[in-house]
């Protein structure tokens, strides 16, 4: 396979926006700090609304008493006031009028260009579903939250534009685990750095199967980038 292909690969995908899903502790932001009261229920945003220089989450909470809910969550320093915007049998729609300059996690996100599609929690952990404009932006962003001490697991990586691939741009556990020990030990350095039967020995594996992983795993990150890309750029041509 021949190396410039690879690095052109390389090149195009960390420049494609990303999808990236995240659990993260209520104690690592003040938004979850904020909504992490006592015998409150699961919680789902529904939206973020700009208000001046400010941002209102809308969100949902299922199966708790409104008026207990509002009254714990004006308790906390940064939040000015609770509004019940919405009700039915079985869940709540509130929105959150909060100081939100101090929250670490939501600010690094706006200052990298990312957006927050989704966020799910409970009253110790957050699931957000976040989207990059590239994956420098991501790697900033992990970078940044480990220098404020924000923890964080990635529990699933998508491409955008195909969605349906799943995560790691529809390669298998092992293609991807081989893919990036090629990547890291010099295997499409020119010259090349290392054999496939080194990178065999210190997987536990044939050398056969290495070289096919490879080419496996080219394929599929062909497919679920460079042609899902050319394939949109035809149908926008025709419309």
């Known amino acids: 396979m021949p190396c410039s292909f690879l690095k052109m690969l390389d090149v195009f995908i960390r420049n494609m926006s990303v999808i990236v899903e995240v659990e993260v502790s209520a104690e690592s932001f003040e938004l979850g700090r904020a909504l992490a009261v006592p015998g409150r229920s699961d919680i789902e945003l529904e939206d973020m609304i700009p208000l001046g220089d400010d941002v209102v989450p809308l969100f949902w909470l299922y199966d708790t008493d409104p008026e207990d809910f509002v009254d714990a969550v004006e308790t906390q320093a940064n939040v000015q006031h ?40 409970t009253g110790t952990t957050w699931t957000l579903q976040i989207r990059f404009p590239d994956h420098e932006a991501l790697t900033d962003f992990h970078e940044r939250c480990t220098e404020e001490n924000i ?28 893919l990036l020990l090629a990547r890291e030990r010099g295997y499409y350095d020119i010259p090349r750095q290392v054999s496939t039967r080194a990178l065999a020995d210190e997987l536990g594996i044939s050398d056969q199967a290495v070289t096919e992983r ?18 949109e750029q035809r149908d926008d041509a025709t419309h």
Do not use: M
């Open 82 to 121: 609770v509004t019940v915007f919405e009700e039915t049998h079985d869940r709540t729609l509130y929105a959150l009028q909060w100081d939100a300059t101090g929250d670490r996690l939501l600010g690094t996100l706006s200052d990298l260009g990312g957006f927050l599609l989704s966020a799910a929690g």
């Open 151 to 178: 923890a964080f697991e990635v529990l699933n990586l998508y491409n955008p534009t195909r969605p349906s691939a799943g995560r790691w741009y529809g390669l298998t556990e092992p293609q991807c685990e081989t």
């Open 214 to 231: 490879l080419r496996r795993a080219i394929r599929t990150l062909t497919d679920n980038t460079l042609r899902t890309a050319k394939s």
